[in-house]
């Protein structure tokens, strides 16, 4: 175990504490919100040095919602399981009075006037908003660690990459701070990095959480998620913010396997990790080749062309303020040819019925979250299958897909491989949420020592 890993900063408060217990406590009088806020801002002071999983946080304005929280639940007025539960918000959501720069130079003294509509949700569930949650910049890159503000660092192995562009929400999560946070994912932003922390995220289906009041990256591919311990959490937290769309699951869901390579290769053990968190067995199904190669030649395409429609004037006029990098993303993007853009959307509908046709004796579909485990903090190439593949395509290649369909999308903690957690992901039809839940809730997490894989790391 390398000594950054011994290190781990997953010590917080809410470690181990899920919403369901918080609410109760509070409802009980066992411990008060002001409590809770208080040690969400001790965690966060104690153990965002090592992770730099926050922005901002705003002690005055947390501690006087959460006073206002005691008032209202010791009056009798309850506002739902979120009343009073601390929570962390990606630095691309506006907050009224708060700082929020989108991880960027551009936007260093940026303080909306107005809160974003699921700010807005929040806070009417009675939420105590605690800080802002580092992003990639601009949310674009699914690394996490490119922003103004620094790199956000996993809190399993602060030498690591947290994932992005969500990964402060991930990493305050992961470590503790906070026991639910919100982020955006466009083409795998809050289930990449949910992955790579070992904790759960959910991408609801495309517009369900609106994304008003969310600085864009891709507006027909944006979506407002969920990132918490459990599935159950994020379940909980997303029924709090949106009222049930569609019956309950009855019954025991129809899962088939959906087998990753059709993507990206895989590391076997990540593989393994995934498969086996799912007892019992499961149908194996394949996505024909040409399906998933125009899923990843519309995700390149529509991504392109809507981020580099937003970020024109500043491309044009302020260049030198991008991080480096994000700089030549964002110019490549934009040599991205407008027939490409249109073709992009329109085989969006034909994809749609491709994928449909696994659904139509599955209620979910599973495979990985991502083919490889977190590489360290700045890493752009990792060794896999004997071959050198780059980090971005391998982290976006079994997120994306979902993101082009606008499908509903959960990700949990599937085990460890070389001590470094590895995701389960599950796919479903839209209205048909409770499915995800539902799988979710039978999968079975395996530490390293229970997969009878061995080899050395192909992630080095």
């Not at 010791?74 to 918000?89: T, Y």
């Not at 909306?112 to 990639?136: F, M, N, W, Y």
């Not at 971005?392 to 509903?408: E, I």
Request: aromatic share 4%; glycine share 8%; with cysteine.
């Amino acid at each position: 175990m390398t000594s950054s890993r011994t290190s781990a900063a997953t010590g917080g408060y809410f470690a181990g504490r899920s919403l369901r217990d918080l609410a109760a406590d509070l409802r009980r009088r066992r411990i008060t919100a002001t409590d809770l806020a208080r040690h969400s801002l001790d965690a966060v002071a104690r153990l965002d040095p090592l992770v730099n999983a926050f922005t901002t946080t705003s002690a005055d304005q947390a501690l006087a919602a959460a006073r206002q929280a005691d008032r209202e639940l010791a009056d009798g007025l309850d506002r739902g399981p979120l009343h009073g539960i601390p929570v962390a918000v990606k630095d691309v959501i506006m907050v009224a009075g708060r700082p929020v720069t989108m991880g960027s130079r551009h936007f260093a003294d940026h303080v909306p006037s107005t809160d974003a509509d699921c700010v807005r949700r929040l806070k009417e569930a009675g939420a105590i908003l605690v800080g802002q949650t580092t992003t990639h910049e601009f949310a674009y890159g699914p690394t996490g660690d490119r922003s103004a503000t620094g790199p956000c660092r996993n809190p399993r192995d602060p030498a690591r990459m947290s994932g992005g562009s969500s990964g402060g929400s991930a990493a305050a999560v992961a470590a503790g701070m906070v026991p639910l946070a919100i982020g955006t994912d466009t083409g795998g932003s809050v289930r990449i990095p949910a992955a790579l922390c070992g904790v759960s995220g959910f991408k609801p289906a495309y517009g369900v959480i609106s994304t008003d009041g969310v600085f864009p990256l891709s507006e027909t591919l944006d979506h407002v998620g969920l990132l918490a311990a459990s599935a159950d959490d994020c379940r909980i937290a997303y029924r709090a913010l949106v009222p049930c769309r569609g019956p309950s699951a009855e019954g025991t869901s129809r899962v088939g396997w959906l087998d990753p390579r059709a993507f990206f290769p895989a590391d076997t053990r990540v593989l393994h990790s995934a498969r086996s968190a799912l007892e019992g067995p499961l149908d194996e199904l394949r996505l024909p080749q040409r399906v998933a190669e125009d899923l990843r030649e519309a995700f390149v395409a529509v991504q392109s062309g809507e981020a580099a429609a937003v970020h024109a004037e500043r491309l044009a006029e302020r260049p030198g303020l991008f991080d480096p990098e994000v700089l030549e993303r964002l110019r490549t993007a934009a040599t991205v040819p407008a027939w490409r853009y249109v073709r992009g959307l329109r085989a969006r509908p034909r994809l749609a019925d491709a994928v449909a046709a696994l659904f139509e004796d599955h209620d979910v579909l599973a495979l990985p979250t991502v083919p490889i485990t977190a590489p360290p903090v700045d890493r752009r190439e990792v060794d896999l299958d004997g071959g050198l593949v780059r980090v971005r395509d391998a982290l976006l290649a079994l997120t994306s897909p979902w993101n082009v369909l606008g499908l509903p999308a959960l990700t949990v903690p599937a085990g460890t491989v070389d001590g470094l957690p590895t995701g389960l992901q599950l796919i479903c039809r839209t209205g048909e949420e409770d499915r995800l839940f539902e799988t979710a809730a039978r999968a079975v997490p395996r530490p390293d020592h229970e997969d009878p894989l061995i080899g050395e790391s192909l992630v080095h």
